[in-house]
């Protein structure tokens, strides 16, 4: 059980920082931020041109919650941020807490084109203001010549973000993170944060001593005997550490037995009245987490301030801005209402439509597209959102370094009792050996990509489709990649009255 939970922090870990990704992706591939660092990088009206690149960071801090500070570091060695911490404009709070000099930093990730993670340095202090803070850093990218230096931005993050996912220590258990090189990451309640727990070369026996006496220095957990568990996670080579006290463990052990010995009674005299209770609680448990992430946005506040920008845009006769946010609107409506309902296949399709023509734009039509669907498909009915997930994958990493013009297609036609769907790209295909172990259930997590996207979208259609359904991945380097998904033709009775077609 304590692997189990350790596994699902390990998952919860990756997901969240994949979010706070998304943000550092949106600064290093901004056209206007690469002018504007380009501008910096030339000495052109630099004080203005850093005041502009400091307001459009200001507009991207709120995001998300627990980011302290964006910056920028350019090619010709200025620095550009938004610090929540310090609230100047000269002094950034992060800098001085980490073991890189400015130069260093800015040689380490620039030098390739991963994300980078830079553990939990020194405690930050400024006034009332005090946090520990870990960052991720990548290089700015200008995608119309890719190989020039313009320069890194780095987010920095408040580490109760991990305490978070760690989930809050208890008198019986405590979760903390250590990185590769031995040095504290989080831990709730101590203040050896960034300092090394274990020396390097250490084997197993004295790692897992050393996890020991971290917690106990805690206090936390008393003085008892401990037991320590721990989990590896390859996106960002911590170790994620589980110490628990023994004695509860034992006591708690007899008490499942006990447990285990009534559920079993019970079970032989109610096996299939349980099964079905527990199937109805697992359908409400599913239900109501998605509900609950549909909650943490407001949508009537969301549509409502779109509409606000929208206007705003027609009346400075910005009437592309205009299309753009209409389409988003119809997009997030469609999301987020309803997620997890059943659609008819041309409402799928006619989102998917929009989905695509904002990435069109984003990406300055760099790729065509083509959707071919077989019209008596368009009244039977489909789950929603289970086809993007492939899509967004073709864009964002099928057409990365092809210079031959992008085409992406998708076909829907019917096989018998099966909806075949077809989503084909001409890009720049996937190794035979990674194709292989998607084709067999096994995604990867690596820091340059993860196809989390993709793993989650195959887990739904087997959950919703069940053993019928079938997903094969084709592709070669240098060419494309196929994938061909089968599900059974469900008909179009099905579909819910809440289900929004994207008006």
Known sequence: MTRANLEQTRVSLDVWLDSYEDILFQVYTDDSIVELVDKINAGEDVANNRKL????????????DYVKSISIITESGELVFYDQLTASTTQTSWLNSIALSEEELYAEISGDNRTHLLSTGEKVVFGSNSCYLFHIGHRIIDYRDVEKQCGIVMVSIDEKLLEEVCAAPT???LNFIVDGAGQLVSCAGSEMLGEMVYPV??????RREAYRNTAEQTELLGDKELSVYSVHDEKTGWEIVRATNQNELVQELHKQQKMLGFIMLLSLLSVLPMIDRMKKSVVRQKNAEIAALEAQINPHFLY???DTINWMAIDKDEYEISNMITTLARILR????DSNGVVRIRDEVEWLKQYIFLQQTKLKNSFDCHINVEPELMDLSIHKLLLQPFVENAI???FEGVDRTYCLRMNLRRKDDF???EIKDNGCGIPEEIVREMNQGIFRKTKDKNHIGMENAITRLYMYYGEKTEVEIQSRQGEGTLVRIRIPVTGGGEVYESSDSGR
Do not use: Q, V, W
């Open 419 to 421: 909806i075949e769907i």
């Open 53 to 64: 690149l400091r307001k459009m960071l200001r507009g991207l801090f709120y995001t998300k």
């Open 396 to 398: 964002l990493h099928g």
């Open 171 to 173: 008198e019986n258990g």
């Open 201 to 206: 070369g250490a084997n197993e026996e004295e």
């Open 304 to 306: 409502n301030t779109l």
């Open 334 to 337: 469609y999301g987020i209402s």
